[in-house]
């Protein structure tokens, strides 16, 4: 099928990565990467053509690959270790824990692929528990950029932070959303409409959804304000606050299980601070079946359209309007 004409170009967040990567390992040679057997899927193609000496890949030992990572952190190199974001969270936890996040060793965590990107390999490969496991880890940043820019500028910010983190990083094709130049500040949502009547919260590849539905809302005479929340870990109290109190509702949206997420992450805030009605979008305690990502996130209720819907109803209920 042809894509619309007026259709934006996508693209995969995994070349931004590589992209940027590159560009700083060629002025910091401090800088290494660690794969499991995953230099194409991971992009590092590029990487390994130009700094060969600097890529590790222990193969299928995502364990040894995190303690591989840490151990060249202690000796004053500063690695990223890249893996399909299911093998790297689950398999590794324990490491993640003891080696990276109470070692607070500068690790850079780039789980690949993740959400359910891999959706046509089934429930082993989908990645929608990893915000919950990362998150409640301390010293331990939790980033899912929204397009090819925050990835980019993300991977600038974690070369330079002195600490572990952990990027989120799916290969569904994403729209620009950010203007080129765009900062990466942890912890700060990005306002990308301002709204009144309902707040649209997403991170990663359904950012440009809950845009799409927003658009969907003006049209029905709703104005909903739109938040891109990159960062889970620490969270944007601030913004959560204020979309709660100006707006009266909140709907979040989540290639995540709804248990332990973005949608939690955000209720915490709210119902501590200023609690409001909020609806939350995204795998409901399932595991997803096989299929595309695209098709996958349409099946849970996260077409534009849906969301939309989600948003209207969410509203009536607030509001008592029919």
């Known amino acids: 099928m042809n894509a619309p004409i007026n259709a934006p170009k996508l693209y995969d967040c995994r070349d931004a990565f590589a992209t940027t990567l590159e560009r700083l390992a060629a002025e910091d040679e401090t800088i290494v990467a660690v794969c499991n057997d995953s230099v194409g899927s991971s992009k590092l193609g590029g990487f390994k053509a130009k700094f060969g000496e600097r890529l590790v890949n222990v193969g299928i030992a995502e364990q040894n690959m995190v303690g591989v ?111 080129e130049g765009h900062k990466f500040e942890l912890g700060k949502a990005n306002l990308l409409r301002q709204g009144s009547d309902v707040t649209l919260i997403a991170n990663g590849t359904l950012t440009h959804r809950i845009l799409k539905a927003a658009e969907i809302l003006a049209e029905r005479g709703i104005n909903a304000r739109v938040l891109n929340l990159a960062t889970v870990r620490p969270i944007d109290e601030d913004a959560i606050i204020a979309a709660a109190k100006e707006t009266g509702a909140i709907v979040t949206a989540e290639e995540h299980s709804i248990f332990g997420g973005l949608g939690s992450a955000v209720a915490e805030v709210v119902v501590d601070n200023a609690p409001v009605p909020m609806k939350r979008l995204g795998v409901p305690g399932v595991y997803a079946p096989t299929g595309s990502a695209e098709f996958l996130l349409d099946e849970f209720g996260m077409a534009p359209s849906a969301i939309a819907d989600a948003a209207q109803s969410l509203i009536r209920q607030v509001t008592g309007m029919t």
């Not at 359910?116 to 082993?124: F, Q, R, V």
């Not at 980033?143 to 600490?163: F, H, K, L, S």
């Open 69 to 179: 990572a840490a151990g060249l952190a202690n000796g004053g190199r500063l690695p990223f270790v890249c893996a399909a974001a299911p093998f790297l969270t689950g398999r590794s936890l324990e490491q993640i824990k003891a080696d990276i996040s109470y070692s607070n060793a500068n690790v850079k965590l780039v789980g690949i692929s993740s959400g359910m990107a891999y959706g046509e390999l089934g429930p082993t490969h989908h990645s929608i528990e990893d915000f919950a496991w990362t998150r409640v880890l301390p010293n331990l940043p939790v980033i899912a950029p929204c397009d090819r820019i925050e990835t980019a500028a993300a991977v600038e910010w974690a070369a330079a932070y002195n600490g572990p983190c952990f990027l989120r990083l799916s290969r569904v094709g994403v729209p620009d959303l950010l203007p």
